[in-house]
């Protein structure tokens, strides 16, 4: 287009400017005197269309006379009377009706020959594109409204015929682009004002012509090329033709889709056809035109499928066009094709929005709403591998394109994915085939960043552990265990595909990012398991019992429990993310276990359904003991780990929590005794007003606090036997403040009692706190 505005600009400004502004109005003069003639003059029409034809030949030979002397001048002449003999032969034929259609044809051919041979035996692009001119504005100017349309499309047939016959000796891109829209442009004002769908049978093989001659031209103009410049496509007829004569033809077909598929098909039997032709010559120049043709043949093979089924076509159209020409301006290194190639992508995609509603084909993946859906995501992430592999030739405000086609891509393939789902799935497993979607999503992400060398590819990969986390929200919402609905399949498949990215690339994202989500995939690998154990416990008892929360302590208490061992025998992700795992996620773990802890402490009886209650053997003490116990060697082994951020880690806090956790469950435990053996409700205000609940908690505050102060005694540790001190303290003064009244007689002397023979006892053993004791004399 650009050449063809600096061939304008260079007719008007270069050379003779008057003579050349004089041929226009000439031109144009002529076209007006015809028509008025025809309205006001009583001459004959033979004699005055022969007066005017006689005086184009005079123009044309004094033109051909001058060309040696005055070469401009005399171009100009031969320009004009050739459009003057155009204008002439078509007016005769199709306004004043004096020719007849034979010998008009042949006029018409002898004058494109003509002209033809004049441009090409003086090499002038000027004449050429000024004799083209006038052929094709001859019809318009001399129209009266009225008239046949095959005489029109017949007319312009020969016109592009000499266009062809030129191209033939030479690569000439204004004079064919001119042709182009001069050709299409009419045609479509034409098919906008005056097409019915009676004359599909007299308009379809001009417009079959037509995509032809172009076809025609697009070959010859790259097999023409001087040889600086072999191999050299012009786009904007190799991509442009099929995109103006297909919209064309869904124009007229728009309600017989079957028909409009078997054309994309021969569409693409031609182009296909051609390519293997011209990749069995062997010769290089052609390797892009090869390309290009391979590359609309298979466009338009794809494209007859959501056809032939009912589809968007004009969405997936528009996408596929502008991924070939991005592809195109790639490989010619060309800015504005590019952002229009892109910006095609986006308006396919709108434009499919905006029929996001319309009917659909009921065969699953093979319908309109996904293919289309699929073309566009396929278009446009082709466009970003195409731009990502020649991105040392984009400008920096061109860079963007790249991520901005690629996400575009997979925000479309997603949305299909996820209609396609909603709509032939059953309710019940959408969830689960929602989750696979997102794990085939990650894999194609994933070997597309390998193969196409698409860089930001990956971060759709990692993607699939925020999908994960959602979908295990929706299980959660709607699912009483994630394995239902297919869940046993989902699942595994979409750890495995996540271990397999992170696997695969490894080191390229950041540490940090790394380490979030190995440290994310265990956490929600955990709550998976845990919440399944559970259900299946929960299932094997009838949902009676404590055993279905017991679940979930169980399994994250294992798995910190095995993972200092795992850390040293399981290379890659465990050792290699060693402080992700071990410093990040089993710490969480351990901190959840405490919260367990405390939370069923407090708030579960410890029903062993179907077992018979056996105090500290029942399975939630049983549990609560092993968690423990996990929690106590998962802090050795964090001291001894050497990893920076627990090197100085400080021991007070921890023994203290750790000593607070057993003292609340040794309580709870004794709590759930008192409820099994003796019946008194498992509510705080029951265990309150119970007396014997008073009295069994002040002996054993009391055991708890001289056990303490004897075990400091033997360790000597001087805090720790305060601490019992304290305990002790309390039920000291609980004994003897607190209302009395709520103790019977019985229950008062039992505390007393007790608890003073405790108190003699220990103390034999442990007199004094340790750092008093070393130094005085023994028996103080």
């Not at 309710?427 to 390998?450: D, F, K, Y």
């Not at 955990?526 to 094997?540: D, P």
Request: one cysteine or more; proline letters at 5%.
């Amino acid at each position: 287009m650009d050449a063809a505005v600096r061939i304008v600009r260079d007719y008007f400004t270069g050379g003779n400017t008057l003579v050349r502004v004089g041929i226009i109005i000439l031109f144009f003069g002529v076209a007006f005197l015809l028509r008025y003639a025809a309205e006001h003059s009583h001459v004959p029409i033979e004699f005055r269309l022969s007066g005017v034809a006689l005086g184009a030949i005079v123009l044309l030979v004094l033109g051909w006379k001058l060309r040696t002397k005055r070469s401009g001048y005399a171009l100009a002449l031969q320009g004009g009377a050739v459009g003057i003999l155009y204008l002439t032969v078509f007016a005769g034929l199709k306004i004043y009706s004096v020719l007849p259609p034979g010998a008009a044809f042949v006029l018409l051919v002898v004058v494109a020959a003509f002209s033809a041979a004049l441009a090409v035996l003086q090499n002038s692009q000027s004449f050429a594109f000024l004799a083209v001119s006038g052929g094709f504005l001859a019809p318009i100017l001399a129209s009266t409204g009225q008239g046949d349309h095959v005489v029109l499309f017949s007319y312009y047939a020969i016109l592009n015929g000499g266009i062809l016959a030129i191209a033939w000796f030479k690569a000439w891109r204004p004079l064919n682009l001119l042709g182009f829209l001069f050709t299409f442009v009419i045609g479509t004002a034409w098919g906008v004002l005056s097409y019915e769908p009676r004359l599909f049978a007299s308009t379809e093989p001009f417009l079959i012509l037509f995509f032809l001659f172009y076809v025609a031209l697009a070959i010859l103009f790259a097999t023409r090329q001087p040889p600086e410049l072999r191999g050299y496509v012009d786009g904007t007829l190799v991509f442009g033709t099929p995109m103006v004569a297909f919209g064309l033809q869904s124009a007229m077909l728009h309600d017989r889709r079957f028909v409009l598929a078997f054309s994309a098909l021969a569409v693409s039997a031609l182009y296909l056809a051609i390519a293997t032709v011209l990749h069995r010559s062997r010769q290089a120049s052609q390797r892009l035109l090869v390309e290009a043709f391979i590359a609309l043949g298979v466009l338009f093979l794809t494209l007859a499928v959501p056809l032939a089924l009912d589809g968007r076509w004009s969405a997936a159209t528009w996408a596929l066009e502008g991924a070939a020409l991005v592809w195109i301006a790639c490989r010619q290194d060309r800015r504005l094709p590019r952002a229009f190639g892109a910006l095609l992508q986006i308006a396919g995609g709108v434009i499919f929005c905006f029929d996001i509603d319309a009917p659909h084909g009921t065969v699953p993946i093979l319908n309109s709403a996904f293919l289309g859906g699929a073309m566009v995501s396929a278009a446009s992430v082709f466009s970003a591998a195409m731009l990502e592999r020649h991105r040392e030739r984009l400008v920096p405000g061109e860079t963007a394109l790249a991520p901005v086609l690629f996400f575009w891509g997979v925000l479309w393939w997603l949305f299909s994915g996820l209609t396609e789902i909603q709509r032939h799935v059953p309710g019940l497993l959408r969830n689960t085939a929602g989750l696979l979607l997102m794990a085939a999503t990650a894999l194609i992400s994933s070997e597309l960043q390998r193969r196409a060398r698409i860089s930001f590819a990956r971060y759709s990969a990692i993607g699939l552990l925020p999908a994960m986390m959602f979908y295990a929200v929706l299980a959660v919402l709607e699912f009483q265990h994630p394995f239902a609905n297919a869940g046993w399949l989902a699942w595994p498949v979409a750890f495995c595909a996540f271990y397999f990215v992170c696997k695969r690339h490894e080191g390229e994202p950041r540490s940090a990012v790394a380490n979030a989500l190995h440290v994310g995939s265990m956490w929600l690998l955990t709550a998976l398991v845990s919440w399944e154990f559970s259900w299946a416990i929960n299932k094997g008892v009838a949902g009676g019992g404590s055993w279905p929360i017991i679940a979930w302590a169980l399994v994250p208490a294992i798995t910190l429990f095995a993972l200092p061992r795992l850390a040293r025998r399981i290379h890659w992700p465990i050792e290699v993310h060693r402080e992700a795992y071990v410093g990040v996620a089993a710490v969480g773990l351990a901190l959840y276990l405490a919260l367990w802890s405390v939370k069923t402490n407090v708030t579960l009886p410890g029903d062993p359904y179907p077992l018979p209650f056996v105090p500290l053997l029942n399975p939630l003490d049983l549990a609560e003991f092993f968690v423990l116990l996990v929690l106590l060697r998962f802090w050795l082994y964090l001291r001894s780990a050497h990893l920076p951020d627990y090197a100085m880690l400080p021991r007070r806090p921890v023994f203290i929590g750790l000593a607070v956790l057993a003292f609340i469950w040794l309580n709870a435990a004794l709590l759930r005794a008192l409820h099994h053996v003796a019946g008194v409700p498992f509510e705080v205000e029951a265990m309150l007003r119970s007396n014997l609940v008073e009295t069994s908690l002040s002996i054993f505050w009391t055991v708890i606090a001289l056990t303490t102060m004897l075990v400091a005694t033997r360790t000597r540790a001087r805090v720790v036997w305060l601490t019992g001190a304290g305990l002790l303290g309390v039920v000291i003064a609980k004994l003897f403040l607190v209302d009395l009244s709520h103790v019977g007689t019985v229950e008062r002397i039992i505390s007393f009692v007790g608890v003073g023979l405790l108190m003699l006892i220990i103390g034999y053993f442990s007199p004094l706190p340790p750092a008093v004791e070393q130094g005085e004399p023994e028996g103080a």
